[in-house]
Protein backbone atom coordinates (compact mmCIF):
# COMPACT_ATOMS: atom_id res chain seq x y z
CA UNK A 1 0.00 0.00 0.00
CA UNK A 2 1.59 3.08 -1.10
CA UNK A 3 1.59 5.81 1.66
CA UNK A 4 2.63 9.76 1.22
CA UNK A 5 3.19 11.70 4.02
CA UNK A 6 3.77 15.48 3.92
CA UNK A 7 5.61 17.50 6.95
CA UNK A 8 7.28 21.12 7.08
CA UNK A 9 4.25 23.03 6.72
CA UNK A 10 3.72 26.10 9.20
CA UNK A 11 3.30 30.01 9.29
CA UNK A 12 5.98 32.56 8.08
CA UNK A 13 6.04 35.77 7.45
CA UNK A 14 6.72 37.39 3.72
CA UNK A 15 10.01 36.81 2.77
CA UNK A 16 10.71 33.78 4.94
CA UNK A 17 11.57 29.82 3.84
CA UNK A 18 10.22 26.61 4.60
CA UNK A 19 11.09 23.11 3.66
CA UNK A 20 8.38 20.46 2.85
CA UNK A 21 8.82 16.99 2.81
CA UNK A 22 7.34 14.12 1.64
CA UNK A 23 8.32 10.20 3.07
CA UNK A 24 6.94 7.45 0.82
CA UNK A 25 6.67 3.80 1.97
CA UNK A 26 5.26 1.13 -0.58
CA UNK A 27 6.72 3.36 -3.33
CA UNK A 28 10.08 3.65 -5.00
CA UNK A 29 10.90 7.21 -6.48
CA UNK A 30 11.46 6.07 -10.00
CA UNK A 31 8.16 7.36 -11.53
CA UNK A 32 6.91 11.23 -11.71
CA UNK A 33 6.40 13.29 -8.67
CA UNK A 34 5.61 16.72 -7.42
CA UNK A 35 3.60 18.98 -5.21
CA UNK A 36 0.75 21.05 -5.71
CA UNK A 37 -1.18 23.02 -3.87
CA UNK A 38 -4.89 24.31 -3.31
CA UNK A 39 -6.77 27.25 -1.66
CA UNK A 40 -10.26 26.72 -0.93
CA UNK A 41 -12.64 27.70 -3.53
CA UNK A 42 -10.05 27.45 -5.89
CA UNK A 43 -8.53 24.93 -8.54
CA UNK A 44 -5.41 22.97 -7.70
CA UNK A 45 -2.31 24.36 -8.77
CA UNK A 46 0.84 22.49 -10.23
CA UNK A 47 3.88 24.17 -8.63
CA UNK A 48 6.26 21.84 -9.31
CA UNK A 49 7.61 17.97 -11.02
CA UNK A 50 10.42 15.93 -11.17
CA UNK A 51 11.29 12.61 -13.16
CA UNK A 52 12.35 10.21 -10.82
CA UNK A 53 14.07 8.04 -13.15
CA UNK A 54 16.45 11.10 -14.67
CA UNK A 55 16.06 13.89 -11.82
CA UNK A 56 14.48 15.94 -15.02
CA UNK A 57 12.62 18.91 -12.57
CA UNK A 58 10.06 21.64 -13.73
CA UNK A 59 8.34 24.55 -11.93
CA UNK A 60 5.44 26.80 -12.23
CA UNK A 61 6.41 29.99 -13.60
CA UNK A 62 4.66 31.78 -10.19
CA UNK A 63 7.31 29.67 -8.00
CA UNK A 64 10.42 29.55 -10.61
CA UNK A 65 13.84 31.03 -9.02
CA UNK A 66 12.12 30.63 -5.34
CA UNK A 67 11.07 27.07 -4.96
CA UNK A 68 12.91 24.05 -5.81
CA UNK A 69 11.81 20.05 -6.20
CA UNK A 70 14.38 17.70 -4.98
CA UNK A 71 14.60 14.26 -4.00
CA UNK A 72 16.64 11.60 -2.21
CA UNK A 73 16.31 7.99 -3.16
CA UNK A 74 18.28 7.08 -0.14
CA UNK A 75 15.70 8.21 2.26
CA UNK A 76 12.94 7.83 -0.37
CA UNK A 77 11.79 11.15 0.37
CA UNK A 78 10.83 14.03 -2.02
CA UNK A 79 11.07 17.82 -0.66
CA UNK A 80 10.05 20.59 -2.11
CA UNK A 81 12.41 23.83 -0.78
CA UNK A 82 10.53 27.13 -1.16
CA UNK A 83 11.80 30.28 -0.20
CA UNK A 84 11.27 34.11 -0.48
CA UNK A 85 7.98 33.16 0.44
CA UNK A 86 4.86 35.37 -0.34
CA UNK A 87 1.42 35.85 0.80
CA UNK A 88 -0.28 34.74 -1.77
CA UNK A 89 1.73 31.20 -1.67
CA UNK A 90 -0.75 30.66 1.00
CA UNK A 91 -2.45 27.20 0.40
CA UNK A 92 -2.30 23.63 1.45
CA UNK A 93 0.48 21.65 0.25
CA UNK A 94 0.19 18.11 -1.25
CA UNK A 95 3.01 15.81 -2.56
CA UNK A 96 1.70 13.35 -5.52
CA UNK A 97 3.35 10.56 -7.09
CA UNK A 98 2.62 8.61 -10.39
CA UNK A 99 1.88 4.65 -10.49
CA UNK A 100 3.64 3.87 -13.64
CA UNK A 101 6.07 5.34 -15.96
CA UNK A 102 4.22 8.26 -18.12
CA UNK A 103 5.84 11.37 -19.47
CA UNK A 104 6.87 14.46 -16.51
CA UNK A 105 7.09 17.87 -18.05
CA UNK A 106 3.83 19.24 -17.84
CA UNK A 107 3.86 20.95 -14.11
CA UNK A 108 -0.10 20.63 -14.27
CA UNK A 109 0.61 17.08 -14.33
CA UNK A 110 1.19 16.93 -10.87
CA UNK A 111 -2.31 17.38 -10.33
CA UNK A 112 -3.90 14.26 -11.95
CA UNK A 113 -1.22 11.84 -10.35
CA UNK A 114 -2.39 8.95 -8.49
CA UNK A 115 -0.94 8.66 -5.31
CA UNK A 116 -1.36 11.94 -2.60
CA UNK A 117 -0.69 12.91 0.97
CA UNK A 118 -3.00 14.36 3.20
CA UNK A 119 -1.24 17.96 2.65
CA UNK A 120 0.36 20.04 4.99
CA UNK A 121 -0.81 23.46 5.70
CA UNK A 122 1.75 26.40 4.76
CA UNK A 123 0.78 30.41 5.78
CA UNK A 124 2.74 33.31 4.75
CA UNK A 125 1.80 36.56 6.84
CA UNK A 126 2.63 40.02 4.91
Known amino acids: QVELVERGGGSVQAGGSLTLSCEAS???????MGWFRQVPGKEREGVAV????????YHADSVKGRFTISLDNAKNTLYLQMNSLKPEDTAMYYC????????????????????RGQGTQVTVSS
Open 26 to 32: GYTLRYC
Open 96 to 115: AADSELRACGRVQTVTLLDY
Open 50 to 57: ISGGDGYA
